[in-house]
């Protein structure tokens, strides 16, 4: 049991489930979310969360991801920070701010976010985004949102471009991404190559990052897809999932991004936090249970003027049941030689 937070502090998730006791329909008042609702553009937010320890704790749950640094002490002064996508799902979630998360059968197709800085224990954050762009394609209705999240002292901590399909049936589009990416990630690696757990100065392009395997079972993608506000969902929801022509529930786009995250960390320490960059396309698929390995290889190191080197990498999560890909993208981060 961890301690909880403080009742003169926000709460730590987009809504107080605690609500429950006293309203019947939590969603009441909310948009129902389907193309026709949009407003372009379209404020969300803002929402002010305390980031406490079982914001912390728990998302360590979700990903497998108990790094001393999130439970101990950071290189941020000593401090317990978050994990670098602890806030994704905040961000990505913030249009149920105005539309009801529970009638949502959305497709999640593609995440970018810039790492600007670590958010640490105890801090207050503010979250606030906008539905910029929406877009018809092959018969789906696409939308666009660009958000932010704000310490308390005013500094950036991550921001957020996502792409998503607002209700579709994902059953029947598995497979498509929110459009045809101009580099093309295959997830292939050379014959012997070097494989690396970190960046140095030795780091080159070719190298393959040493895979990192994990199993996403469903108690970590329903607690992850905000089963403990009450949303119901094809992450959370049996019933829901196979109403979806889905025969098992599926682990969120944005759960993967973070293990992707996590694994940018380790490659790159601290630096990943205050000048990470990654994009990611989910392409297909993860039912829950299904064994993954994530991984990627350095396509570019380019010296930076004060010393420094730029490492770009093609990253991708491959699943365990027929070897294919399930997510693929592109990332980036200036790091020390």
Known sequence: ?????????????????????????????????????????????????????????RFSFTQDDYSPWYLEAS??????IG???????????????????????????????????????????????????????????????????????GRSIV???????????????????????????TGEIPTN???IEKVDAETRPGDVLKPLPKTVT??????????????????????????????VPIVQGQQQFGLMAELMAKVFGAAWFTGGWMQVKFISPLEVFDPIEISGIVTNV????DGRQKVELEIWVRRASDSKLTAVGWASCVHPK
Not at 75 to 80: L, Q, V
Not at 159 to 185: C, F, M, N, Y
């Open 1 to 57: 049991m961890t301690s909880s937070t403080d009742a003169s502090l926000p709460w730590r998730d987009l809504t107080d489930p605690r609500r429950a006791a006293e309203v019947d329909d939590l969603e009441a008042g909310l948009k129902e979310p389907v193309f026709e609702n949009l407003e372009i553009p379209e404020a969300l937010g803002p929402v002010t969360i305390t980031v406490d320890d079982h914001k912390i704790k």
């Open 75 to 80: 290189p941020f002064g000593g401090a317990r």
């Open 83 to 153: 994990q670098p996508a602890l806030l994704g799902n905040d961000l990505v979630q913030l249009f149920t701010t105005r539309y009801r998360a529970s009638k949502t059968v959305g497709f999640h197709t593609e995440e970018q976010m810039w790492f600007d800085s670590p958010v640490k224990l105890g801090e207050k954050v503010t979250m606030s985004g906008t539905y910029t762009e929406a877009y018809e394609r092959r018969g789906q209705g696409y939308v666009v949102m660009e958000a932010q999240a704000i310490g308390e002292d």
């Open 159 to 185: 921001r957020h471009r996502g792409v998503e399909i607002l209700r579709t049936v994902p059953g029947r589009i598995a497979g498509r991404g929110s459009d045809t990416p101009q580099r093309k990630v």
């Open 193 to 195: 190559p070097r494989f």
């Open 218 to 247: 469903f108690e970590q993608t329903a607690v992850f897809s905000r089963i403990g506000e009450y949303v119901r969902n094809t992450h959370n929801d049996l019933d829901i999932a196979r109403a979806a022509e889905l025969r």
């Open 302 to 305: 380019t010296p930076e003027a």
